[in-house]
């Protein structure tokens, strides 16, 4: 039998470059002394203050002293049961976390596809795990608010944010960020210069950005989307409008460039208040309900978005900061096929599910029906409570 410890030292470097995430590369590390004093872990570093988006000018300006913004990075992992994460004839055998790290370098879990912290008390060691990387996010805060307001959300940027490194071979930590500004408009900064650019070229407001095989791409709210070239400040058309939604997301499913597109429809409720004995108050209250999804996938050589009438055993979900994909099999569930998404008119009460279903639904691809997720007992076991196979084995002594 071989003795992997005694692999070259070149052939190691060169498997931990084909390693995708830094996550792969701590596991890499776990192997053995050898594999792990062969790869010196790289921790990029990312400047402690960003300037405020401009809101009317082109060009930002230099951060003051106290106000500005941080940026965060947040990882979504899927922890699978030790029994075998792979198997779809069980039950809640997976469980989705997202972990924020704050400043002290103390890990918090949140909700996977919400700003929303879980009540968590103890501390899980990865190394006991049996974990995979499924997405991540960056958030920008605002510096100028306390970071442990009691309304936390109300101290982030509250629009999707990328990011991509530049500069890898000389080890520098270049980058680039792209977010949609609050006209609508791209966004751009550049760690070189300090500062962001506005674009300006926009036929129509751009719904969603992404990161898709080492290059940025954004799609506005008809369905038009393009590649944004960094460099120049250009963009270019990969795909021409696909008419009908009211909000359009791009994501990343086994490869292939999607498009989902989601139908809201405007609710009127009707609130009544006594004044009096004889008069009573009306209050009407607007909002918006999702009824529909359509997914389309990217034919890249007639830049046309083609609809996807089923996903096979994919799972799409759809967060607020982040958007990614799994399949059924990795999430240890009997079925995929559907999108789980963010939608604040799901509450459903009950103590024990107040993380579980609080604002997020389920959209069935092959029936075209949506339910809330607590009414899905094995899709909603994938969120919360933990599941009952985290023992104290997998806890960390703190």
């Known amino acids: 039998m071989a003795d992997w410890s005694e692999l070259p030292k070149d052939l190691l470097g060169l498997i931990v470059k084909h390693q995708d995430t830094s996550f792969d590369v701590f596991r890499f590390r776990q192997v053995c002394s050898t594999w792990r004093s062969s790869v010196t872990p790289k921790h990029r570093r990312l400047p402690r203050r960003f300037p405020l988006i401009p809101t009317e000018n082109s060009v930002s300006t230099i951060p003051s002293p106290t106000f500005g913004f941080c940026l965060s990075k947040r990882t979504v992992f899927l922890i699978r049961s030790p029994e075998g994460g792979d198997r779809t004839d069980s039950i809640g055998t997976s469980w989705l976390i997202k972990v924020k790290e704050d400043a002290s370098n103390r890990k918090h879990l949140l909700n996977p596809l919400k700003r929303q912290r879980f009540d968590f008390s103890e501390v899980l060691d990865i190394q006991n795990l049996n974990i995979l990387e499924i997405g991540h996010e960056y958030v920008l805060n605002y510096v100028n608010y306390p970071p442990n307001s009691i309304n936390e959300a109300c101290n982030w940027y509250m629009e999707k944010l990328i990011l991509m490194y530049t500069d890898k071979k000389s080890g520098l930590d270049r980058f680039v960020l792209l977010t949609i500004h609050v006209s609508g408009k791209l966004a751009l900064y550049k760690s070189e210069n300090k500062e962001w650019i506005i674009l300006e070229h926009m036929p129509s407001p751009y719904d969603d950005v992404i990161l898709y095989k080492g290059q940025f791409y954004a799609v506005d709210n008809t369905g ?18 696909v008419f009908g939604g009211d909000k359009k ?143 104290p084995t997998m806890l960390e002594q703190v």
């Open 249 to 391: 997301y791009l994501v990343e499913c086994k490869g292939d460039l999607l498009l989902v597109d989601m139908y809201l429809s405007i609710d009127a409720t009707v609130d009544s208040n006594f004044l009096n004995e004889h008069e009573l108050q009306f209050s009407y209250c607007m909002s918006e309900r999702t009824v529909m999804f359509k997914v389309f996938r990217l034919n890249w050589g007639r830049k046309e978005w083609i609809e996807v009438k089923n996903l096979g055993n994919d799972v799409l979900f759809l967060g607020e900061d982040c958007v990614f994909s799994a399949s059924a099999g990795d999430l240890s569930v009997s079925k995929g096929n559907c999108i789980i998404f963010v939608d604040n008119l799901f509450y459903l009460s009950g103590e024990d599910d107040e993380y579980r279903d609080h604002g997020v639904g389920i959209f069935d691809l092959e029936s075209g029906c949506i339910k809330p997720l607590g009414n899905d007992p094995e899709l909603s076991k994938l969120f919360w409570p933990p599941p009952s196979w985290i023992t």
């Open 224 to 241: 038009r989307t393009v590649f944004v070239d960094h460099l120049c400040c250009y963009m270019s058309l990969v795909a021409n409008p």
